[in-house]
T-cell receptor
Framework: AQKVTQAQTEISVVEKEDVTLDCVYE???????LFWYKQPPSGELVFLIR??????QNEISGRYSWNFQKSTSSFNFTITASQVVDSAVYFC?????????????FGPGTRLSVLP | DTGVSQDPRHKITKRGQNVTFRCDPI?????LYWYRQTLGQGPEFLTY????????KSRLLSDRFSAERPKGSFSTLEIQRTEQGDSAMYLC?????????????FGEGSRLTVL
C-alpha cells in the first residue's frame, strides 16, 4: 500500500526566508503521480503541482520550486523569499497509476507560518 | 464561479440525527470523490464515483454512511444516526476525464459538528 510521510509537523520562518517542505513517499508501482496542495486558513485545498514518476525534472514556478528524486523517494517543495500569504498547511499526495479513490493518498501536512 | 460547490458549509446537529451534504462538481468532470478531514490531519478517502457509478468505498465508511450520484452530476453524502466521532470537515473533489491520475479540485468543504 502507498504511504506519504511529511515529517515536519510545523515550520515557522520569518518573511523573506527560504523554506523547504519535505515529502517522502512509498509505493510499489513504477507509474505514479505526486502532488502538492495548499490549504490556507480559509480551508479550501488548492492544487499546486502534479508530477508523474517518469519526469524527474525539477520545476520552478515563480517563488515555488519542486525537487523530485526517485532514488530517495522524495518530492520536496521549496518556497523562496517566503511571504505572509504563504502561511498555510501544505499537503503532499501520491496517486498510483490507476486513478481509483483508494489510491489517492495524502500526507499529514506541514503547517507553515510565515511571520512578518 | 465554476468551481466545486458544497452545501451546507456548516452543519451543527445533535447525536442521532441524520445529515445530508451536497456536492456540485465542475461540470465537465466525470470523477467525484468524498474525503473526510479532521483537525491536524490530511484528507482521508471515503468514496469515489466515476459518472454515476460508485466504484470504491473506504472501510472508514460505515453502514451509517451512504453516497449517491444519481445522474452523474451532483452527489450527496448522507450520515444516519450521527455520532460525535463523525464531527469533521467533509470534502468533495472532482477531477476531469483522461488517462493517468489527474489532480483533484476541491470544494470548500462542509463542516459537521455533532453535539
Amino acid at each position: 500500500a502507498q504511504k506519504v510521510t511529511q515529517a515536519q509537523t510545523e515550520i515557522s520562518v520569518v518573511e523573506k526566508e527560504d523554506v523547504t517542505l519535505d515529502c517522502v513517499y512509498e509505493t510499489r508501482d513504477t507509474t505514479y503521480y505526486l502532488f502538492w496542495y495548499k490549504q490556507p486558513p480559509s480551508g479550501e485545498l488548492v492544487f499546486l503541482i502534479r508530477r508523474n514518476s517518469f519526469d524527474e525534472q525539477n520545476e520552478i514556478s515563480g517563488r515555488y520550486s519542486w525537487n523530485f528524486q526517485k532514488s530517495t523517494s522524495s518530492f520536496n517543495f521549496t518556497i523562496t523569499a517566503s511571504q505572509v500569504v504563504d502561511s498555510a498547511v501544505y499537503f503532499c499526495a501520491l496517486s498510483e497509476a490507476v486513478n481509483y479513490g483508494q489510491n489517492f493518498v495524502f500526507g499529514p501536512g506541514t503547517r507553515l507560518s510565515v511571520l512578518p | 464561479d465554476t468551481g466545486v460547490s458544497q452545501d451546507p458549509r456548516h452543519k451543527i446537529t445533535k447525536r442521532g440525527q441524520n445529515v445530508t451534504f451536497r456536492c456540485d462538481p465542475i461540470s465537465e468532470h466525470n470523477r467525484l470523490y468524498w474525503y473526510r478531514q479532521t483537525l491536524g490531519q490530511g484528507p482521508e478517502f471515503l468514496t469515489y464515483f466515476q459518472n454515476e457509478a460508485q466504484l470504491e468505498k473506504s472501510r472508514l465508511l460505515s453502514d451509517r454512511f451512504s453516497a449517491e450520484r444519481p445522474k452523474g452530476s451532483f452527489s450527496t453524502l448522507e450520515i444516519q444516526r450521527t455520532e460525535q466521532g463523525d464531527s469533521a470537515m467533509y470534502l468533495c473533489a472532482s477531477s476531469p476525464p483522461g488517462s493517468g491520475s489527474r489532480e483533484l479540485f476541491f470544494g470548500e468543504g462542509s463542516r459537521l459538528t455533532v453535539l
